[in-house]
């Protein structure tokens, strides 16, 4: 079975700021990766994802990851942070066959100082 | 108008109540999910349905039950509500790899 870990519970940047946010996934083939955001109080919103070909993924807001096979991670960056990126962020990984049931990772709390 | 949609968006009840989440999707897809998400435990599956003559349990299913009535509708019912069931429930649907979620509810339950 997959599985994610998301080893920062909480980051802290300043606005302006650069920002990475890590992942590292557990699956034996190819994963499909994502990551999600959560707005206080709203859904997951869907920020980008991987299924194959160009390691480094463009995604929505500014957002890009980057997938790494040999370290099997799948880190988030952005290189100027918003105010409004204040957030939580969810790494998932699915399954590249079969039924596809997401795993998530417990989340990194993204908090942005003026 | 939202692609998923669920109600209510907020439900406080008591112990030993039985309550209905519901979740309703425009986007036509087979696949629907339920999770819940608490503080630091990430979202976790309760119940998946792969089309209406398909449900099958997550990895916390205990204390709860589906219902697809159709391609769109997809509720979750806690039988006898406890205080530990005190989350926030997510619906999902998804096409194949990608997942779209609805707002949430929020469920304190007393």
């Known amino acids: 079975a997959q599985s994610v870990t998301q080893p920062d519970i909480h980051i802290t940047v300043s606005e302006g700021a650069s920002l990475e946010l890590r992942c590292n996934y557990s699956y034996g083939a190819t994963p499909y990766l994502f990551w999600y955001v959560q707005s206080p109080g709203q859904g997951l919103q869907l920020l980008l994802k991987?299924?194959?070909?160009?390691?480094l993924v463009q995604g929505i807001k500014g957002f890009e990851a980057e997938f790494k096979r040999s370290q099997s991670s799948f880190n988030l960056r952005k290189p100027s942070v918003h105010w409004s990126d204040a957030a939580e962020y969810f790494c998932?990984?699915?399954?590249?066959?079969?039924?596809?049931?997401?795993?998530f990772g417990r989340g990194t709390s993204l908090i942005v100082h003026p | 108008d939202a692609d998923v949609t669920q109600t209510p968006r907020n439900r406080i009840t008591k112990t030993g109540k039985r309550i209905m989440l519901e979740c309703s999707q425009t986007?036509?897809?087979?696949?629907m999910y339920w999770y819940r998400q608490d503080p630091g435990l990430g979202l976790r599956l309760i119940y998946y349905s792969f089309d209406v003559k398909d449900i099958n349990k997550g990895e916390i299913s205990d204390g709860y039950s589906v219902s697809r009535q159709a391609q769109a509708k997809f509720s979750l019912s806690l039988e006898s509500a406890i205080p530990n069931q005190t989350a926030l429930y997510f619906c999902?649907?998804?096409?194949?790899?990608?997942?779209?979620f609805g707002p949430g509810t929020r469920l304190l339950v007393l």
């Open positions: 998932a990984v699915g399954t590249s066959g079969g039924s596809y049931i997401p795993t």
């Open positions: 986007k036509g897809h087979d696949r």
């Open positions: 991987y299924f194959s070909g160009d390691t």
């Open positions: 999902a649907t998804s096409d194949w790899e990608t997942q779209y």
